[in-house]
């Protein structure tokens, strides 16, 4: 069974701070995702990473594979308001994807 | 462009009733997913689907089927349903594997 564990579980932060969310593995996956999913809707995705050591940026959102593709991070630079939400990752290999617990981002004004 | 709808959005059932959840998308996506999400164990996939007419199991499969007649459409059915079935099912579909767009969620109680 592969199981993607997210750290930390809870964040509390003001407006204006960095932060980094990290997804963890013991297992290879094909590729990585990260998603965004805010209170009474579906997860939104935000980024799929597929290369080991491979870094996209999405605005003010950087998001990094591990070079062996067990691990994955989350930087969000001068975090606001809008960021407050449940961040998940999902690892993928053939037609088997597994879903870390989450972890939920409160920015407070 | 609705993208994935699912129906119905909210329900309450009682032990042992039976019910079908639908998911639609006009996407023309191949990929089609039922998830299950409860408080502190994450999302999990139930059953998906990787073309019309075919189906697989997930993680947690038992106490659902599911079907894919029409390549737009996958529904989630429960036949006799418990109170351990109690939880937010979620539908997605995608062009290719492990890309997702997900509903906006069907919220299930079972009495």
């Known amino acids: 069974t592969q199981l993607l564990e997210q750290s930390p579980q809870f964040l509390s932060i003001q407006e204006g701070e960095n932060l980094t969310v990290y997804c963890n593995s013991s297992s290879v996956f094909s590729s990585l995702q990260w998603y965004r999913q805010e209170p009474g809707e579906g997860p939104v995705l935000l980024v799929t990473?597929?290369?080991?050591?491979e870094v996209k940026k999405l605005k003010r959102l950087t998001f990094q594979f591990g070079d062996a593709r067990k691990d994955s991070s989350l930087h969000i630079t001068a975090a606001q308001t809008g960021d407050t939400g449940l961040y998940l990752c999902?690892?993928?290999?053939?037609?088997?994807?597994?879903f870390g617990k989450g972890t939920l981002l409160t920015v407070n004004p | 462009n609705a993208g994935v709808t699912q129906t119905p959005k909210f329900r309450v059932l009682k032990t042992g009733q039976s019910m079908t959840l639908l998911c639609a998308q006009d996407?023309?996506?191949?990929?089609m997913y039922w998830y299950r999400q409860d408080p502190g164990m994450g999302l999990r996939l139930i059953h998906y689907?990787?073309?019309?007419?075919?189906?697989a199991k997930g993680e947690v499969p038992d106490g659902y089927n599911v079907s894919r007649l029409k390549k737009q459409n996958f529904l989630l059915g429960l036949e006799s349903a418990a109170p351990s079935q109690t939880s937010v099912y979620f539908c997605?579909?995608?062009?290719?594997?492990?890309?997702?767009?997900f509903g906006p969620g069907t919220r299930l109680t079972v009495l």
């Open positions: 999902c690892g993928g290999s053939n037609y088997k994807l597994t």
């Open positions: 990473v597929v290369t080991g050591g």
């Open positions: 996407m023309n996506h191949e990929y």
């Open positions: 997605a579909s995608g062009p290719v594997t492990l890309t997702q767009y």
């Open positions: 689907s990787v073309g019309e007419g075919t189906t």
